[in-house]
Each structure stands twice: as structure tokens, then as C-alpha cells.
């Protein structure tokens, strides 16, 4: 076992944490782009789930890491599939991983300002805050089709902290992806944890470069009272 790395708090004055994977669990998302997009591939050109799954597996790869990734026109033009509307018939499936709640709720207590981050559509970020108690606890929400990159890509970063007035020694993130982690290491940001544990579909992945948190408890919490503003 990797010893777990408590942040130090006291050097931290704002906080970023991705979303899915991250707060959310990524079962829903596993279960939608490889199931349920297939699925109704499928059925819409008459073909086999197998020969379905291949071809958008494939049309996903084209784009993987960059902003049309993660952009539901995209794929519902690319696919010719309503993909918000698909959603909706797995939305059940949308989570918040344990131990976030408590987490941002001591945050929030300690003054620090909230900002989720994500690589996701506006469509996506929307359900996904209408259907969980995040939403209050963030200071702000921002995706990456906002700033114009996606977070992997490194003038992603500078554009954010310009956007949001972070500095990048006293900021923490929190994401699952490890791309992500590193382009937001290249930029400065100073504390940096990846998720390892990002679905309950799937086993934990293994541990990489960044200090590993399988769930938020292992991000340890600032005191209540030091408000840090
Ligand atoms: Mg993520």
C-alpha cells in the first residue's frame, strides 16, 4: 500500500476538483458511452450490439483528449443520436462517490472557494447538478468548452487561473485523470491528487506518478475555522 498523502491545508487557498470520476461515480458514464450508445447505434442501423460497439469505439478514439471528446453535438451529429436524450435513460445511474458530501461541506466551512472543473458538456454538467447535492458547495462550475481547451491540453491551465485568479502554488486539484494531472503539473499547481478508485463498475486503477486517493477521506480536511480568503 501507497501511504496516503494528507494534504497540507494550510498552504491551500483554493480548491479545484474535476467531476466525473472524481465527486461523481463513473459508472454512469462507462455505462452510457460503452452500453447504451451502442445499443441504440444498433438498433438504428439494424446492425449487431457487437459491430455497433466496434464503430463508435472507434469513432471515440479520433477524438479522445480534445474538446470534440466531450462535446454532445459532436458525437449526437458524428452518430446520428440524440445523445442528451439517451442520457436520460440511464440517469438513475448518476452518484456521487461516498465521502465527497462531508468533504465539501468542511471546505466550504473554512472559507476556501470551490471550483468545479470539468471536461464535460454544459448538457452533461447541467444534469449531473440537477441530479445531486453538489451544486451548493460550489463556488463556481466551469468546463472546458468555456475556456476553449480541454484539460489536458496546457493553455487550458494559464487561461483558467487568469479566468478564476488562482495562484497555482496554493491550489489543490483533485481529478482522475492522469493527462489532466499532468498539464496542470506542468502549468505549477502545486498540490495535485488523482482519484485511483474512479468507478464502482470497475477495479481501482493503478497507482501513477501522483499521490493516489482512493476516496476523499484520504484528502484529510482543513480545520473549520481558518478562513483563508
Ligand atoms: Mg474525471
Given at each position: 500500500m501507497t501511504p496516503i498523502a494528507l494534504l497540507p491545508w494550510s498552504e491551500i487557498r483554493v480548491v479545484l476538483l474535476d467531476m466525473?470520476?472524481?465527486?461523481?461515480?463513473?459508472h454512469f458514464d462507462d455505462v452510457f458511452f460503452r452500453r447504451t450508445v451502442p445499443e441504440a447505434y444498433a438498433r438504428k442501423h439494424g446492425i449487431g450490439f457487437e459491430r455497433a460497439r466496434e464503430i463508435v469505439l472507434t469513432a471515440y478514439q479520433?477524438?479522445?483528449?480534445?474538446?470534440a471528446w466531450y462535446d454532445l453535438d459532436h458525437w449526437s451529429a458524428r452518430l446520428g443520436l440524440d445523445i442528451p436524450l439517451l442520457k436520460e435513460e440511464v440517469a438513475h445511474l448518476i452518484r456521487v462517490h461516498p465521502h465527497v458530501l462531508p468533504f465539501l461541506e468542511r471546505v466550504r466551512a473554512s472559507g476556501r472557494p470551490i471550483h468545479l472543473v470539468t471536461n464535460a458538456h454544459a448538457h452533461s454538467l447541467g444534469m449531473k447538478l440537477a441530479r445531486t447535492p453538489i451544486g451548493p458547495y460550489l463556488t463556481s462550475a466551469i468546463t472546458s468548452h468555456e475556456v476553449g481547451w480541454a484539460k489536458e491540453q496546457l493553455p487550458f491551465w494559464p487561461l483558467l487561473a487568469q479566468r478564476l485568479g488562482f495562484d497555482p502554488g496554493a491550489t489543490v486539484l483533485v481529478d482522475d485523470s492522469e493527462p489532466v494531472l499532468e498539464a496542470a503539473s506542468r502549468f505549477g499547481i502545486a498540490h495535485l491528487r488523482q482519484v485511483?478508485?474512479?468507478?464502482?463498475?470497475a477495479p481501482p486503477n493503478p497507482v501513477g506518478r501522483f499521490p493516489a486517493v482512493m476516496d476523499f477521506r484520504d484528502l484529510g480536511l482543513p480545520n473549520g475555522c481558518s478562513r483563508r480568503e
Open positions: 466525473d470520476g472524481t465527486m461523481l461515480d463513473l479520433e477524438h479522445r483528449g480534445t474538446l485511483v478508485n474512479p468507478s464502482s463498475g
